[in-house]
C-alpha cells in the first residue's frame, strides 16, 4: 500500500513538473523578443492628405458623428454564422481596416464608413476594398468612397454624407 501511494505520487509530481515546464516552455515562445540589431521606429497613422481629408471631415461631421482612422473590420462588424463558414469568413476580414468610421455618438454604432479609392491599386488593395465593400454591403453602414489624392470642400463632403443643410 505504502509503495502505490509512493509511486502515485511521484506520477503527480512527474505530471504537475512537466505541465509546468510545458507551460513555460509555451509563455517563453509566444513573448516576441527584440534582438539588439532590430530597430523600431514610429510612423504616421496617417498620409498628408489622408490627414488633411480628416481635417475636412472633422469641420463637417462636427454636429453628428465620432470620427476613427484606420479602424479594424472586426472591431464594429460581428458575424453571426457558425462553424467553416464564420472562420473563413473571419480570415478575410482579420486584417481589414476601413480608412474612416463616423460613429454616432449616443448608439456609438459606425453608421457610415468612408474609403479612399487609388487611381491605379496593387492586387492586395483590390482584394481589401474587395472584401471591405462585400461585408460593408450586408450591414446598414452606409458605404462612402473618395478618390485618392482629389481635394473636396465642405459642401461636397457634406452631401457625400447626406448631411447638406435644408434650406
Known amino acids: 500500500m505504502t509503495a502505490m501511494i509512493l509511486v502515485a ?3 503527480l509530481l512527474g505530471v ?3 505541465a509546468l515546464a510545458s507551460r513555460r516552455k509555451r509563455a517563453r515562445r509566444s513573448l516576441p523578443i527584440m534582438r539588439d540589431d532590430v530597430t523600431v521606429v514610429p510612423k504616421p497613422l496617417l498620409t498628408e492628405w489622408e490627414l488633411s481629408l ?3 471631415l472633422r469641420i463637417t461631421v462636427q454636429d453628428h458623428y ?3 482612422a484606420q479602424v479594424p473590420l472586426w472591431t464594429f462588424v460581428s458575424l453571426e454564422s457558425s462553424g467553416k463558414d464564420r472562420i473563413r469568413l473571419v480570415k478575410h476580414m482579420a486584417l481589414k481596416r476601413v ?3 463616423l460613429v454616432h455618438p449616443g448608439s456609438r454604432q459606425v453608421e457610415q464608413v468612408i474609403q479612399t479609392e487609388e487611381e491605379s491599386s496593387a492586387p492586395d488593395q483590390v482584394e481589401r476594398r474587395r472584401v471591405i465593400e462585400s461585408i460593408i454591403g450586408h450591414t446598414e453602414i452606409k458605404l462612402v468612397k473618395v478618390q485618392s489624392k482629389k481635394s473636396y470642400t465642405i459642401p461636397e463632403i457634406a452631401a457625400l454624407l447626406g448631411l447638406e443643410e435644408e434650406e
Open 9 to 11: 505520487s511521484v506520477v
Open 16 to 18: 504537475f513538473w512537466w
Open 54 to 56: 480628416y481635417n475636412l
Open 66 to 68: 465620432l470620427i476613427f
Open 99 to 101: 480608412d474612416f468610421a
